[in-house]
């Protein structure tokens, strides 16, 4: 009986642990669940303090010269904020519905994109700053098309990859119509002229197609392609020619096309580990071109020093490192393709601005995300971040709906079952023998 009564005990204890150990299935769940969730807050922690970072040495970089040309110290400050609050509305509603809105209407906001990229080029329409025509509109309320063409690209590219099956996925085959899209977006930036924009939208092509699975080599072979055409293309125009000598010897033409890039490593060079302490630059009053737009990471370099860059550096991380984990958590093969392109065009901005203000690239005029003043710099980069925070948010919530549904239990297989079958006679078996014994210690009790 002692026998029998641990062996149910055991059998009943065994189940339990069998239980628990099948409910752990739904800890993947639970996992993803607190990690989108964790990834979310961490990228909206990191977007604020860019923009914090951003408002801090707009004003820094623009009150010394404004104050004497325009009378208004904060004059770029008011703008950078006002257009800061329009990207927060543009990435709230974007973290609510913007996945939605992007798969729905990602072929005409591609067009809408192209169409005013083109009308740029009309004259009467564009306006042209510095011999280059890039921008729609009057004064403050100058909008970029570029920008609006870098993340319709992406949006573009990945409805176009998700519905293709996988084995078609190369650069002939399902790839080939986002290449040509590819393509055109490329050459109605490359006429405003802007080569700078046009390689973040091939940065964020590529990483889009790596994503999407298309094979190495031909990713390499494209790769070498498009390196071949921008050297083609920064010899053929005189001023992207003189970039390229300036970047190669700045020192060359100290006072023409090197002034920029020398002025910026001067910058840097003074403000060593710790910087001059903020707002006390010299260069930027009249000594660095654009040290508000482009050239404001020469600004953080000399006023906060390496300390400033790094901690810079890593909040461009922080966002690089969120995007990826959420692309990479998602199910839905759209929504990972279009966090990945959007994470990659993002990162290869900053990239490519930090690698130009350090000499580590020529001079291309790309904006630091978030940092450097630009309104559709600014808008555009907020509605990305905001299409990341609705991916974090609905995989978030699918993982808790999934987790909150009830686990069928699942029937025994047929070893078990012949296992149950073999043990319930021994307990039927111990089971009689323990009612008779009990009935006949009854009986030997009466008198």
Same mark, same amino acid.
């Given at each position: ?18 239980? @628990? ?10 996992? @993803? ?12 922690? %990191? ?25 208004? =110290? ?11 609050? %329009? ?152 001023? @992207?020619?003189? @970039? ?31 910087? %001059? ?42 966002? %690089? ?47 630091? =995300? ?78």
């Amino acid at each position: 009986m002692g026998s029998s009564g641990i062996g149910r005990a055991g059998g009943r204890s065994g189940s339990k642990r069998r239980v @628990r150990i099948g409910d752990t299935g739904q800890t993947p769940l639970a996992s @993803r669940s607190r990690s989108a969730t964790a990834e979310r807050s961490l990228l909206q922690t %990191v977007t604020f303090c860019l923009l914090a970072t951003g408002a801090v040495m707009v004003y820094s970089a623009s009150s010394a010269e404004y104050a004497i040309s325009a009378g208004d =110290p904060a004059l770029f400050l008011k703008r950078y904020v006002g257009f800061g609050l %329009v990207g927060l509305v543009v990435l709230f509603v974007c973290a609510r519905c913007g996945l939605a809105l992007a798969r729905r209407l990602a072929p005409l906001l591609f067009l809408a994109a192209c169409g005013l990229c083109l009308a740029v080029l009309v004259p009467g329409i564009g306006v042209e700053i510095n011999g280059a025509r890039r921008w729609i509109g009057a004064g403050a309320l100058q909008f970029q098309p570029s920008e609006l063409l870098k993340f319709s690209l992406v949006i573009y590219g990945a409805h176009l990859l998700a519905r293709a099956r996988p084995e078609r996925r190369t650069l002939g085959g399902a790839a080939l119509p986002f290449l040509i899209a590819v393509a055109l977006a490329a050459a109605l930036v490359m006429a405003q002229p802007d080569m700078g924009t046009t390689l973040v939208i091939c940065a964020g092509a590529a990483a889009l197609l790596f994503a999407a699975g298309i094979p190495i080599r031909q990713l390499a072979v494209a790769a070498a392609v498009l390196a071949l055409a921008a050297l083609v293309l920064a010899i053929a125009e005189p001023y @992207r020619r003189a @970039r390229l000598t300036a970047f190669l010897d700045p020192f060359h033409d100290p006072g023409g096309a090197g002034f920029q890039t020398i002025q910026a490593l001067v910058a840097i060079g003074s403000g060593g580990p710790i910087g %001059v302490g903020l707002g006390e630059s010299v260069q930027k009053v009249f000594y660095l071109p654009e040290a508000h737009t482009d050239m404001i990471l020469a600004v953080i370099g000399e006023e906060l020093g390496l300390l400033g860059l790094l901690g810079l550096l890593l909040l461009y991380l922080g966002v %690089v490192y969120c995007g990826l984990r959420i692309a990479r958590s998602c199910r839905d093969e759209f929504t990972k393709l279009a966090c990945a392109g959007v994470t990659a065009t993002i990162g290869g901005q900053a990239l490519l601005n930090f690698a130009a203000v350090l000499g580590l690239a020529p001079l291309t005029g790309v904006p630091l =995300p978030l940092v450097s003043y630009g309104s559709s710099s600014l808008v555009t980069v907020l509605a990305g971040i905001g299409l990341l925070l609705d991916a974090a948010r609905r995989e978030a919530t699918a993982a808790a709906n999934t987790k909150a549904r009830p686990r069928r239990r699942q029937p025994p297989t047929r070893p078990a079952l012949r296992v149950i079958e073999g043990a319930a006679p021994r307990e039927r078996a111990a089971g009689r023998a323990a009612r008779s014994g009990s009935a006949g210690a009854v009986r030997r009790t009466r008198p």
